[in-house]
């Protein structure tokens, strides 16, 4: 239905819905609330109803199309298989971005080559000494109170040596997107992969880094997000790859929007494909295993990634108890809405704790961060790493 004017769209997608309330159970937003309009059930209810001009977009509607995550959980488990993920992307480009929406700082943490400016700028000044103090003094609802809590005193691991460089045995050929946050917060998970996959016998190229689109295509920001999408396809073309491949889930329902009909994938699902050409020395360590929606619902490589974690020997993998269903970082989500984020987080740690771990591992950035924040003020201290990192530093050559 591509050829329909948005607000047809919008109201063709609604009817798809039967009411079934199926979707109540698993929405992180409901549970937090309790109210039917905090629920996929109910914006759905509100989009058909905007689509069709009954109602105007007042602040106190259009706030609960804001607070949704869009972890796409009720997609998971809708029987009538609505594209809900769809269906909230175009209401927001409808009714526009969020009043008061932080696009500074939005626009910061799009850019990598500011962000490692002013990684360095951190570190020169000392932030780790300063950094908590400066943020108690901001709102407990500011969105540079949540940044500056998720910024990390120091890089969480050493960077891996890699090459791009071809074997004769190398194919297809796979080419890397780097993203904006990740490419500089977890860039040994982009050599970790880069190493792997090279193990399993693929050729790698890397594209450049820059954001994917994902922060301005679910704020509402389309022309933004279709800037991102066509800069995408140009990166993409100009790569001669097979197949795209992601670090970070978060990336992965933009990328494919942007790219209709290639391959994009999450590298765990290409590794556990060639898993036996991969062997893992042992590890005598208990990690919990954070699964963040995108790598459930949009990705579908949890099965891959536990399949490949499990020829570490020695390795105790627990994966996060579910529900809770989100951590609440939901891509811009923790820095837009800082304190619902902070209390879905709370109750993932509580999971996490339950397990006992020694370390945790989970696949995206901003997930990491923003669980990472919750353990600095709740007192807890466990590493916290990108499983391909874990893997890459066990594989034996």
């Known amino acids: 239905m591509p050829h329909e004017k948005p607000p047809l769209r919008i109201a063709s997608l609604a009817d798809q819905c039967v009411q079934c309330g199926l979707c109540l159970p698993v929405c992180p937003t409901y549970a937090l609330d309790g109210n039917e309009a905090e629920s996929p059930r109910g914006r759905i209810a509100i989009a058909a109803a905007l689509a069709r001009g009954d109602v105007e977009p007042t602040a106190a509607l259009r706030e609960h199309l804001d607070h949704c995550l869009g972890c796409l959980n009720c997609e998971r488990v809708c029987p009538a298989y609505v594209q809900y993920g769809e269906l909230l992307v175009e209401t927001r480009a409808m009714i526009g971005p969020m009043p008061g929406r932080p696009r500074l700082l939005l626009a910061m943490i799009q850019r990598p080559a500011l962000l490692r400016l002013a990684g360095r700028l951190g570190k020169a000044l000392g932030s780790a000494r300063w950094k908590k103090r400066l943020a108690e003094r901001l709102p407990a609802a500011s969105s540079w109170r949540a940044a500056l809590n998720t910024l990390p005193d120091a890089a969480n691991d050493d960077a891996l040596k890699s090459s791009l460089a071809d074997s004769p045995s190398a194919q297809p050929s796979i080419a890397l997107f780097p993203g904006c946050v990740a490419s500089v917060e ?5 050599q970790a992969a880069i190493v792997l996959l090279r193990a399993a016998g693929y050729r790698i190229s890397l594209l450049p880094a820059f954001c994917c689109g994902a922060i301005d295509l679910h704020g509402g920001e389309a022309q933004g997000a279709e800037r991102a999408a066509q800069r995408v396809r140009d990166a993409w073309q100009a790569s001669g790859a097979e197949q795209l491949v992601s670090i970070t889930p978060g990336c ?15 590298p765990v699902t290409l590794l556990s494909a060639r898993a036996d050409r991969l062997r893992f020395g042992p590890l005598a360590r208990s990690v919990a295993l954070h699964l963040p929606c995108t790598q459930t619902n949009v990705a ?5 990634l536990l399949s490949l974690l499990r020829q570490v020997p020695e390795l105790e993998v627990k994966p996060v108890p579910r529900p809770p269903h989100c951590c609440g970082a939901a891509g811009s989500h923790m820095l837009e809405f800082p304190e619902r984020a902070a209390r879905l987080r ?3 740690l509580e999971q996490i704790a339950g397990l006992a771990p020694q370390q945790l591992l989970s696949s995206n950035i901003g997930c990491r961060l923003h669980l990472a924040a919750g353990m600095d003020e709740g007192g807890r201290h466990w590493p916290h790493q990108h499983p391909l990192t874990l893997l890459a530093r066990q594989l034996i050559s």
């Open 252 to 266: 992965l329902g933009t990328l494919r929007r942007a790219l209709p009909g290639v391959t994009v994938a999450d």
């Open 186 to 190: 977890d860039a040994a998970a982009q």
């Open 346 to 348: 709370d109750d993932t």
């Open 300 to 304: 579908r490589s949890e099965e891959a």
